[in-house]
């Protein structure tokens, strides 16, 4: 497996406060009747996305991006502080801060944490994807636009082949992510990729060789989205074949 390597893995002043407002998430409580039986259900709106499955032609690998995921991070957190409770009679204060600094104090550093996971514990190898925010594009524009800015690859929208939607985050969300399925070469390499650091973007593009594949996807030592899991699956069933290169486990 091949990374084009960035450094993603210092992760300092981790501060946790109220979500008071947010361009992408909006909490609401609906209250129903199902079968004459009052009910109410949290949730949060949040856009569509698209996500897309990049095989390179050249190389026989797939293209994944990997990046650092707070909530992915944050629970581990929990996890690790469960699963380590301080003895008796020792401070059980959190680990991280829990309300930001007010205007005009300094930010402290970090105390210690004996805890506090190493940031590679809120990495993750996903599909590369991005949210259905611009009215204007359609969903093979939008994808297309995330495949040129995650990983450099300039594909037009002809290329692409509709994979499946499915809901994702059925109990929180219920946002809709269209997969889709996008074949290049070296020669449609234009860029490093990487995403938009104007946007706070940090991204690390990944080779996973076809033969490879299947092991990667069923490795549990290895964080990944499921998005990554069924895309190599539906290849395995539908484009290997052709390449004649065995993706078994």
């Known amino acids: 497996m091949c990374v084009y390597t960035l450094s993603m893995e210092q992760i300092s002043n981790v501060q ?13 409580t609906v209250h129903y009747r199902q079968n004459g039986t009052k009910k109410s259900w949290d949730f949060m709106q949040t856009h569509d996305s698209v996500s897309v499955l990049i095989f390179n032609t050249t190389s026989h690998c797939f293209i994944l991006v990997k990046q650092f995921r707070p909530a992915v991070y944050m629970n581990e957190w929990e996890r690790m502080k469960h699963a380590h409770p301080e003895p008796e009679g020792e401070h059980r204060g959190e680990c991280c801060a829990q309300t930001a600094p007010q205007e005009g104090q300094e930010e402290k550093e970090d105390s210690n944490c004996p805890h506090q996971p190493p940031a590679s514990a809120g990495v993750t190898y ?26 450099g690859y300039e594909v037009p929208v002809s290329k692409l082949r509709r994979i499946t939607s499915y809901r994702s985050g059925v109990g929180v969300t219920g946002a809709k992510q269209t997969m889709f399925y996008a074949e290049v070469t070296e020669e449609n390499r234009v860029g490093e990729g990487g995403g938009e650091p104007q946007e706070g973007e940090l991204i ?15 490795n549990e030592s290895i964080p990944k989205t499921m998005g990554v899991v069924f895309s ?14 065995s993706t078994n486990v």
């Not at 109220?18 to 998430?25: A, D, E, G, R, W």
């Not at 690390?204 to 069923?218: D, G, I, N, Q, S």
């Open 232 to 245: 190599f699956m539906w290849f395995h069933n539908n484009i290997a074949p052709k390449y004649k290169i």
């Open 126 to 151: 996903e599909l590369c994807a991005g949210l259905v925010d611009k009215p204007n594009l359609s969903l093979e524009e939008i994808a297309c636009q995330e495949v040129l800015e995650e990983c």
């Open 204 to 218: 690390e593009v990944v080779k996973v060789p076809l033969h490879e594949a299947m092991t990667f996807a069923y």
């Open 16 to 28: 946790v406060v109220p979500c008071t407002s947010s361009n992408y998430l909006k909490p609401f």
